[in-house]
């Protein structure tokens, strides 16, 4: 693994189509290669340069790549959290989310969303390993998902910087904003309680508001309001809810 690793950070995979072909094949052969590789990758956020829309969508494609299989025992945190949440693409998705060029972010929101449905990947792996090893609400594998969730959160690009692009003008950004809201609320269930939503105004557009064009883009976001509604609603018969306001 070494010295496939020491290949992979070799490779000039921002700007040579070759190199980027290799490298994932590299990964997809090696799943527990990519949190190692994506640990020292530095993602360019200039919105002029080609060069970065080619780099974002390899973090994309590596991220998009199976998880490692799991042991009968929980990896070290460390280890889990640079598979699923690498800090470098963490810190370039907040970084990409602040600036006002509607191309950056909706191609933040695309890795950002990557991002979370590895986890979701990672939480449905450590749920059947846990119905596997038929533990308690006390086990390691639950302890483990426990633990996890505050790290995400922590390390995470914060939810509030992908909210108000979810009634954006542009229905790509409306899209992929809605996409990793919903998806936030699947990998991160506690954030059903943490942020409050205006239901009632993304009903009112995804629904009520007739499309400008019609486009099956407004269907999709359609779907992933309901989505998102659907979790918050499995996460309250779950939880209970804060006092109000949290």
Known sequence: HQRRLHVVRQLAVPTAEGQ????????????????????????DVRADQTACY??????????QLPVPALGALPPPRATILAHTAPEPVCRA?????????????????????????????????????????EEGPDGPWSRCRASL??????????IE??????????????????????????????TA????????????????DPPPTGLHGERVSQMLVLRMLMSASVDMLRNEPPPWPA
């Open 20 to 43: 980027q072909e290799l490298a994932l094949r590299i990964c997809e052969a090696c799943p527990e290669l990519v949190g190692p590789v994506l640990a020292r990758t530095v993602i």
């Open 54 to 63: 080619v780099h974002w969508a390899y973090v994309g494609r590596v991220l």
């Open 93 to 133: 998705v907040a970084k990409a989310l602040a600036p006002s060029h509607a191309l950056l972010q909706y191609v933040a929101c695309a890795v950002c969303a990557c991002m979370l449905e590895r986890m979701c990947a990672f939480r449905r792996a450590a749920s059947q390993a846990a119905q596997a090893a």
């Open 149 to 158: 969730e505050l790290a995400w959160r922590t390390r995470h690009p914060a």
């Open 161 to 190: 910087l992908v909210a108000p692009r979810k009634l954006k003008a542009w229905a790509r950004q409306r899209e992929a904003a809605l996409r990793v809201l919903a998806l936030y609320m699947e990998a991160l269930p506690g």
């Open 193 to 208: 309680f943490a942020t409050h939503w205006d239901a009632g105004s993304l009903l009112t557009r995804a629904f009520l």
